[in-house]
């Protein structure tokens, strides 16, 4: 319910005058103005309730209704999400470490609408969370921290910030802490905010940083154990990787939209520029990026809460994978925009450029996408064929994929940081083999053409050499096939997993599924002659009536009764 | 490398197993590795832990989370404790 309940409040919100007036937030953004109106809205409709789990007296009960609310204020405008949804990424390392009077105390301040920032990265210390200088020492019963954490979204608006700090002088994987601080609770002075930074895109977010000098924290600012804190990101990082996608998602409704728009009303040569077969392709391609970027984020979130000892791959692929395939997406509505892409001014198109500015950065925060890539691609030596096979204990990819699948509720406590299996990309035989039961539209040919890549990928991974350090560019091109492997999986798992839904119009003959392992084929280096004729038929759904929300499941994704 | 470590392993066999295996994860290495040096100095710290867990756990046949490696950060304090850890593991499941 309160996923198409949000989605129709942001439409209201959007006409002339209201908090999501385009208008005013253009006016914001070019103001670097922080769109105080919008988040105010989302507070009063209740969305920061959906950052605290039940347990704490919040909604926060699944990941994929996160991510229809999230997408949902995305589609409208991603720097409000950014700014808004910063909340969600700021708690987590207190519940994934567990119920404690911290984690109730947080619960009810984010209940009543205070911003909680989330701060890893440091000034010159980039995505190298081991080379923090944050560092907190012991003072008494409680702590004293100290040091630089640059840049952070909501660093000044945040009562709360959540850091890493180092408590061991020496550093290394146990020299590091979490601690929830409460600015308003320390000495004053102890706090500096470091000034807005200006920014190429989400410039009305509050991209700034804050400063500790010998900043007081008591006893109860430690989250975890001490020495826990690297653990705990890596493992408070898994969940809001999966939760950062929904923000490409709504990035991608938005530009589809625009682009559908564009193509119906423009007119070239006498005839409507919908009717030019390369411009057809283009945004069949574009539909098919956003629908294979949709089946990958449906699969992660509902693996966050059904195979939640393997997120820690699900999520790198994720967090890699769909922002690269959005921002693809926009570069190719961008193409068939023209000067429309670029020019600001122009009424119902001048909103593009600035969805393709603000999404660029969600492939850089939380990880970017080669930071997640790297860590995939240290673990494939864990997911070499022939590893004794764990035995799966929970239900089948194609039964929690069901789209009325209720979800066993989340239990961060089975994350880890070594995934043992990959549930998605191990059932592919068997979902290859049920599409050549019953093939729809010719999808079998591409799906088979996939297991081969998949066979090749075991291979060459089996023979990956032990190393330490960084991992080498072979190795990252091998984690990069397997995203890709992983994502024709995953559209097939979604395909298997909804036969209630095969005769919807994305549905119908296999069509989004050929598109989405056309685009995994070709991301394999592999180019399916089949591939051009699917776009276009793609390029047409986007402009029939059904193309007014391209979505898996509708858009907003109904999840919760 | 023997496929799986016997049922009779020794601290010594433990260790020595250990040594050669960081010695695969550090080929330029002009020094056999030191079971008394950090792990972390070999560079084998956060990042290549993973796939060097995965190595001890197919050779042992017991579950090894990558964190023991930060936890017992020398090759002597690891294989200390993946032996006791066997024990305990096999007994549980005997
Ligand atoms: C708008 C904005 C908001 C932000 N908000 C926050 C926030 O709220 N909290 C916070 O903590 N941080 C935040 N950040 C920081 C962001 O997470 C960092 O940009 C990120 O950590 C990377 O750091 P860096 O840009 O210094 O790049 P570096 O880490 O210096 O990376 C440089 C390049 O190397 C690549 N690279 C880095 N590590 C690896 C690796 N292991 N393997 C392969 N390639 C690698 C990177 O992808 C990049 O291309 C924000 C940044 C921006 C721009």
Known sequence: MSTSELAAEVDLWSRPGGPFDPALLAAHDEAETFPAQACAALDQWGLPDHYVPGRHGGRLERLDEVHGLLRAVAARDLTVAVAHGKTFLGTASVWAAGDSAAAASLARHVLAGEPVAWGLTEPDRGSDLLSGEVTAVRDGSGWRLSGRKWP????????FVCVLARTDPGGGPRGFSVFLVDKDATPRGTVRHLPKVPTHGIRSADISGVEFRDARVPAHA???????????VLKSLQLTRVAC????LGAGDHALEIGRDFLAERRLHGRRLADLPHARAVAGRAVARQLLAEAVSFTAARAAHEVPEELSTVSAITKALVPT???GQLRLVGELLGARSFLTG????????????DHQVVGIFDGSTWVNRSALATSLPALRPGRRPRPGTGRPVREWLRADHEPAALDLSRLGVMPRRDSVLGALGELVAALTAEPPGGADRLAARLLDAHGDLGTRIAALRPAAGLPATATMRLAERYEWCFAGAAALAVWAANPQAHDRPA????LWLRGALALALEGLGTRPPEANAV?????????SDDGARVSLFGTPVEVSA | MENTASDTLTLDELERWLVDRVGEYVPDLDAPVDPQQELGEYGLDSVAVVAFAADVEDWLG????PTAVWDHPTVARLAAYLLAEREQQRAATA
């Open chain 1, 325 to 327: 395939l959005v921002q």
């Open chain 1, 535 to 543: 776009f276009d038929e793609l390029g047409r759904l986007l402009l």
């Open chain 1, 245 to 248: 996608v929904a923000l490409s």
């Open chain 1, 507 to 510: 549905w119908r003959e296999g």
């Open chain 2, 62 to 65: 017991i579950q090894v989370e």
């Open chain 1, 152 to 159: 952070v979204n909501n660093a000044t608006r945040g009562r």
């Open chain 1, 222 to 232: 430690l989250i975890g154990t001490v020495g826990g804190g690297l653990e705990l």
């Open chain 1, 346 to 357: 122009v009424d119902g198109y001048g909103g593009f450029a600035k969805i393709e500015r």
